[in-house]
């Protein structure tokens, strides 16, 4: 069964910081990734994706993350930090021919200025 | 429409009541899903739609949930005699097809409260 961990609950930074959010995911074959950003109130949007190929993927909002197939990891970066950013983070696996999304249970993120 | 619409946004009930929530996904997307969220969790599958078809339930707790779609793009979900555990954000996304790897739209939810 495919799963994913997401290892910090919750992460401060500072304004102009960079950042970077883990993720590790099990499942047996290559995967599909996605890292969403739930903000207070809102519904939850689609940051980046992986699929196959280039394993740094670009998303929005000036995010990337980077599939490390032997680290089972699609960590989320964002080189500087802005305090709009604040929200939560859900780090998501998809198997090849299946359409169940599994989520992990987030990390919410913290701006300081 | 323009994104997935979920009502009602709030859901007061009391325990042992039947409750109904719908979801009105993005025209044109043949799949839907349903997931639940509790305070400080990811959202937690439980089912998901292709066309009319359930073709995966395994996420549903138990008998006392379920959920239609008869016609292909609005769904229902049904939880009978509800109980305090079920109070929850319950989430409807959408996605275009197999095509699109599995990339889901989300509604912003119908939160229930159960008391």
């Known amino acids: 069964a495919q799963s994913v961990t997401q290892p910090d609950i919750h992460i401060t930074v500072s304004e102009g910081a960079s950042l970077e959010l883990r993720c590790n995911y099990s499942y047996g074959a290559t995967p599909y990734l996605f890292w969403y950003v739930q903000s207070p109130g809102q519904g939850l949007q689609l940051l980046l994706k992986y699929f196959s190929g280039d394993t740094l993927v670009q998303g929005i909002k000036g995010f990337e993350a980077e599939f490390k197939r032997s680290q089972s990891s699609f960590n989320l970066r964002k080189p500087s930090v802005h305090w709009s950013d604040a929200a939560e983070y859900f780090c998501?696996?998809?198997?090849?021919?299946?359409?169940?999304?599994?989520f992990g249970t987030g990390t919410k993120l913290q701006v300081i200025p | 429409g323009a994104g997935v619409s979920q009502t009602p946004s709030n859901k007061v009930t009391e325990k042992g009541k039947y409750v109904e929530l719908r979801c009105d996904p993005i025209s044109g997307h043949t799949a839907l899903y349903w997931y639940r969220q509790s305070l400080g969790q990811g959202p937690e599958f439980l089912i998901y739609f292709q066309g009319t078809g359930a073709a995966d339930d395994s996420g549903l707790p138990n008998d006392r949930f379920f959920a239609v779609r008869p016609e292909g793009s609005v769904s229902t979900l049904k939880i009978q005699r509800t109980e305090r555990g079920d109070s929850a954000v319950y989430l409807c996304a959408s996605s275009a097809s197999a095509a699109n790897h599995g990339e889901l739209f989300f509604g912003e939810g119908s939160r229930l409260t159960v008391l």
């Open positions: 998501a696996v998809r198997g090849g021919g299946y359409q169940k999304v599994t």
